[in-house]
């Protein structure tokens, strides 16, 4: 490394500032070799229509190409299949949100090679059927990623029913890892991880028996998508979600779910209409006692019926303070509460009134006019609230970073305070959308894990991903950077 | 004329005090619960993360230039960041060219304004983007492109 930095030393002096400058800055557009993260690019994902149908050309005629399908059970659950050409290595492919907001975002496949899983089935195809499942992959690149229909286990039976392979299901309704995995393991050929760690592979010994994988192969843990670990793949996942959150909601909430049914409306806007080719989605929830005990894309008799917009859901599930953007969002309408009794509508009704009354009177703290900081509190921890210009910042004096939130509390991204100053004194007139990131520098990435653990690893695949979309198109990588021979920095992805 | 009183006054004893006085209660309730509906409550700082932003900024981030606000908007690129230390302002600019040149439907001008750690302002620039886009391709050399940087 010393040789490294004296060498380029040596040839920043000689050449100069400013000419060294610009080669190490265009340097990033240069063609780069087919690598990004250590891992050679994949033309499914990363190749435009030439590369692919190249590589599909390429792949021989005959042979044993190989199609498994694997279910995760493990914590937040996933399902994702591995697929393999006559001779290659399995690669894993999983679907999975690219944002914060899991009932309505962007979609991203992700690299599943390592994932962990708890049962497997594969199955020999031909190559038309090897490469259905691959066009399948590449239409999936770009789909919307909702929790309550095109999730994680919806891109595995896309991949059996383009197939035709006679794989398993995700179960009836919304399709779940749970219910994928019960399905795998009814059947004969069937595989049970029996490894300790779970990511492993099981292998076949000479006998023919499945066996867990010998150390040597063990290929896990290096590359596992945080993605894959962190999002909600599953109405499962948000049961257990809402359940461990139980804690925190407020009494008033407690007695008005408890032992009931729930319907929630998931209201689209209308940009997301046109794309999900429907008005909204549903999601039916049980509780006992205040426990979620299901959840499915409805009910059989509801008690309350709740209307809400998505971007509205996705705020209270964010915001470190529920209760504000909740109270905030019933007073603008853009969640309603309509009960099955007409007494307890009544009742509702003169809540919510009393409600939209408390907000105008009171609005929300954290609607603070321009130029204005105050120390404030959030669960007992100390936050400082500012708003230097057109951005509200929330910031943790711990962190270097400060979060971006609207006037109910809700993230919007991140910044950082030298960023906010930056705005102030720029003469240039900035927009309202400058400055504001999902995921600023990997210190954030690493920091910014919110209470529900979505973001980040998202965040952290997608940029991955967008990484070696760019190298494979032979343009500027945003995310690889070599600083002058003395490094190479990999912005996001690590 | 006695009959006629006699009706009106039984008219008056039809609607009780108490009723009119829970009516009119009633009515108040009803305007009010319409004059509040009516009210907006107030939302400000929503705002919608351009992806473009962070891809600019990933460059710069990735080389610990944390300070800098992005703003891709239809008309420019607008970078305004604070240099650290180690790197010159020359430098930030050329990263700033390279990856707002790469960006998905990118506007036609950078400009890019460089502060030093004290927030005094070092420079500020732009250029076309398709410039960098030919220098990219080799279709000009670095002599055009340094001479089509325009210094404001």
Not at chain 1, 125 to 135: F, G, I, R, S
Not at chain 1, 177 to 202: W, Y
Not at chain 1, 379 to 386: A, C, E, I, W
Request: proline share 6%; hydrophobic share 35%.
């Amino acid at each position: 490394m010393q040789q490294f930095i004296n060498m380029f030393e040596v040839f920043y002096l000689r050449l100069g500032k400013t000419t060294v400058s610009i080669l190490i800055a265009f340097l990033m557009v240069l063609p780069a070799p087919a690598m990004a993260g250590g891992k050679y690019l994949d033309p499914v994902l990363d190749g435009n229509d030439e590369e692919f149908n190249n590589y599909v050309n390429n792949l021989p005629q005959s042979g044993e190409y190989e199609i498994c399908i694997y279910a995760d059970t493990e914590g937040i659950g996933h399902g994702f299949i591995k697929i393999r050409p006559p001779g290659g290595e399995f690669k894993g492919y999983g679907f999975g949100p690219n944002g914060w907001n899991p009932f309505y975002t962007d979609g991203i496949i992700v690299d599943d090679t390592d994932h962990v899983w708890n049962s497997k089935i594969c199955y020999f195809v031909n190559k038309d059927t090897y490469v259905k499942a691959l066009q399948t992959i590449r239409e999936w690149r770009n789909k919307t990623y909702t929790l309550q229909q095109t999730n994680c286990v919806a891109f595995v039976n896309a991949v059996v029913n383009a197939t035709g392979i006679p794989a398993p299901s995700g179960g009836l309704g919304i399709p779940r890892p749970g219910a994928l995995d019960e399905n795998i393991r009814l059947r004969n050929n069937s595989v049970k991880n029996t490894n300790t760690d779970k990511s492993k592979e099981m292998v076949k010994d000479s006998s023919g028996k499945w066996v867990p994988e010998p150390p040597e192969n063990d290929s896990s843990q290096a590359n596992q998508t945080a993605l894959s670990k962190n999002s909600l793949c599953s109405p499962d996942d948000l049961q257990e979600t809402i359940n461990q959150q139980v804690g925190a909601i407020p009494a008033e909430i407690k007695s008005m779910i408890e032992n009931k049914q729930v319907l929630l409306t998931i209201e689209y806007d209308q940009a997301q209409q046109q794309v999900a080719g429907r008005r909204s989605d549903t999601l039916g929830i049980v509780f006992q006692g205040t426990q979620v005990t299901k959840i499915d894309q409805t009910v059989d008799n509801p008690d309350i019926m709740v209307y809400a917009k998505v971007r509205t859901i996705s705020d209270i599930f964010m915001t470190k303070d529920p209760m504000v953007t909740y109270r905030m969002g019933l007073a603008r309408g853009d969640i309603r509460i309509v009960h099955s009794s007409t007494a307890q509508n009544i009742l509702i009704s003169g809540a919510g009134l009393l409600n939209k009354v408390g907000a105008l009177i009171s609005p929300s703290q954290y609607l603070i006019k321009t130029g204005e900081q105050r120390d404030i509190e959030i669960g007992r921890k100390p936050y400082v609230l500012s708003r230097p210009g057109n951005i509200i910042l929330l910031q943790d004096k711990t962190q270097p970073y400060a979060t971006v939130i609207n006037s109910d509390g809700a993230p919007q991204g991140y910044t950082t305070p030298g960023t906010a100053q930056v705005i102030k004194i720029s003469s240039k007139g900035h927009s309202p959308n400058s400055g504001v990131y999902m995921n600023p520098i990997p210190a954030i990435q690493r920091l910014a894990l919110n209470r529900f653990s979505i973001p980040y690893g998202n965040l952290v695949a997608r940029q991955a991903s967008q990484a070696t979309q760019y190298t494979m198109q032979g343009r500027a990588s945003n995310a690889k950077l070599i600083l002058g021979g003395v490094g190479f920095a990999y912005g996001y992805g690590r | 004329m006695t009959a006629e009183t006699n009706t009106q006054a039984g008219g008056k004893k039809g609607i009780p005090k108490w009723a009119k006085i829970l009516a009119g209660f009633f009515a108040i309730i009803l305007l009010a619960f319409i004059v509040v509906s009516l009210i907006p409550v107030p939302l400000e700082g929503n705002i919608n993360v351009d992806p473009r932003n962070e891809q600019i900024y990933s460059a710069l981030a990735a080389n610990n230039i944390t300070d800098a606000a992005i703003d891709v908007t239809t008309d420019r690129v607008l970078v305004s960041a604070t240099v650290p230390g180690d790197i010159d302002a020359t430098k930030v600019k050329y990263i700033v060219f390279g990856a707002a040149s790469q960006i998905r439907n990118p506007p036609p001008i950078i400009i890019v304004e460089v502060f030093d750690q004290d927030r005094k302002l070092i420079e500020t620039s732009n250029i076309g983007i398709s410039t960098v886009q030919k220098y990219l391709t080799g279709d000009i050399g670095l002599d055009e492109l340094e001479k089509s940087i325009k210094r404001v």
